[in-house]
């Protein structure tokens, strides 16, 4: 930074000025970035690991679609193509595969979190509904997701899966053959899983993960309920 | 208020978010670009020396029609290439083995010895016997195969 001339420092000052003036970039970042937070501790971090998690899940997300196929004659295939052929294509996998996990773990944690500190009091209500919301979601991710691989594990997990759902009193066998799109698994299921886990779900996702963190930054967070409280 | 040491520290944390986060996106990025870029530089297939049949087989003169397939890679659907050749000799010694599609629309072209020539039914193309164009659309003769004579075998050569 030192070795850049004063002209050229001048210059983008004035280059940050004009972005500034119009995008209010100060302004965001005092507000994101900059805002007052209380004395916290490292638990406090799980949300900003989520956050990671899901911008990473996306990013590799979108990678594998670029080479899968979700049909019952290429999904494997096509798979087994991403993870032999396709360079980094295992790292890509890999990292959305371990991904997932590690997402519904740290999530879980973070709900730990905001129960113990007492988060979920007024006026943080919604700060808490949005993130119960926001873990039906990430479960029905990781739920859509299994299916996609289509091999024996894939397929027989969805089988118990959506059996769970058919344990519903009288609509349950109904409701199980809309979530499997016919009476067995097959093409039908596997597309709707697919349409549901890069469309629906991830949209819901980013969605909510928006209002989640407007309500933070509008309200701020809790700090540690200490002894005298 | 000798805030020296907690700037010193806020940039430190704010240097180690930063690095961490540079290591994140170069980590999935840098591997990302290979990732999308790697089957548009990579053939999975490979030039092939394919067998035809015996040169003895040959009659001077008369153009005899070998079929040949072999197994194509695409992605991760395999799927079979067929063709036929036709193989050509005057001398019983060299061949020349041209292919069957017609260079005007890729029809199939045949041998018609009362034509004296490889006709194309879909626009009347007609080839002489060394392939060159004698009537019709075709606007280049007919293709030829890379060939070679081993062990009394004609071999063409595909290409990837």
């Given at each position: 930074m030192d070795d850049t001339s004063p002209g050229e420092r001048t210059r983008r000052r004035a280059i940050f000025e004009w972005l500034d003036e119009r995008a209010g970039l100060t302004t965001i970042w005092k507000s994101v970035f900059a805002r007052a937070v209380p004395e916290t501790n490292?638990?406090?971090?799980?949300?900003?690991?989520?956050?990671?998690?899901?911008l990473l899940q996306v990013v590799t997300g979108m990678l594998l679609t670029i080479y899968y196929v979700p049909s019952p004659d290429h999904a494997?295939?096509?798979?087994?193509?991403?993870?032999?052929?396709?360079?980094?294509?295992?790292?890509?996998?890999?990292?959305?595969?371990?991904?997932?996990?590690?997402?519904?773990?740290?999530?879980?944690?973070?709900?730990?979190?905001?129960?113990?500190?007492?988060?979920?009091?007024w006026p943080r209500e919604l700060t808490w509904i949005t993130g119960a919301l926001?873990?039906?979601?990430?479960?029905?991710?990781g739920f859509s997701g299994y299916l996609l691989p289509w091999n024996q594990k894939a397929y027989w997990a969805t089988a118990v899966g959506t059996s769970i759902i058919g344990a519903v009193p009288i609509i349950g066998p109904t409701l199980m053959e809309i979530a499997r799109?016919?009476?067995?698994?097959?093409?039908?299921?596997?597309?709707?899983?697919?349409?549901?886990?890069?469309?629906?779900?991830?949209i819901a996702l980013l969605g909510l993960i928006g209002v989640h963190m407007y309500l933070i930054i509008r309200i701020g967070i809790t700090h540690p309920p200490e002894r005298s409280e | 208020m000798g805030h020296g040491d907690d700037i010193g520290r806020r940039k430190?944390?704010?240097?180690?978010?930063g690095v961490v986060a540079g290591a994140v996106t170069a980590v999935v990025g840098l591997p990302a670009i290979a990732y999308i870029i790697s089957p548009g530089v990579k053939n999975p297939n490979e030039d092939e020396w394919i067998t035809l049949g015996p040169i003895s087989s040959l009659e001077p003169g008369v153009p005899t029609g070998f079929p040949y397939s072999r197994s194509i890679q695409d992605g991760w659907v395999e799927s079979t290439q067929t063709g036929v050749a036709y193989a050509v000799t005057h001398d019983g010694q060299t061949v020349t083995v041209?292919?069957?599609?017609?260079?005007?629309?890729?029809?199939?072209?045949?041998?018609?010895q009362d034509m004296n020539g490889f006709f194309c039914p879909c626009h009347d193309g007609?080839?002489?016997?060394?392939?060159?164009?004698v009537a019709g659309p075709p606007p280049r003769p007919l293709d030829e195969f890379e060939s070679k004579i081993e062990n009394g075998q004609i071999m063409i050569l595909l290409e990837a």
């Open positions: 490292w638990f406090y971090t799980l949300g900003s690991a989520s956050t990671v998690l899901a494997y295939e096509s798979i087994q193509f991403i993870m032999n052929d396709v360079a980094f294509g295992w790292l890509i996998r890999g990292v959305h595969h371990w991904g997932a996990t590690l997402m519904v773990v740290v999530v879980f944690l973070h709900m730990l979190k905001a129960f113990f500190v007492g988060a979920y009091k926001l873990l039906l979601v990430v479960m029905l991710l799109g016919g009476s067995q698994i097959g093409a039908i299921t596997l597309i709707r899983f697919y349409g549901l886990h890069i469309w629906w779900m991830p | 430190f944390l704010a240097g180690i978010i041209f292919s069957n599609q017609c260079t005007h629309l890729s029809c199939r072209v045949t041998w018609k007609l080839f002489d016997i060394d392939g060159e164009v």
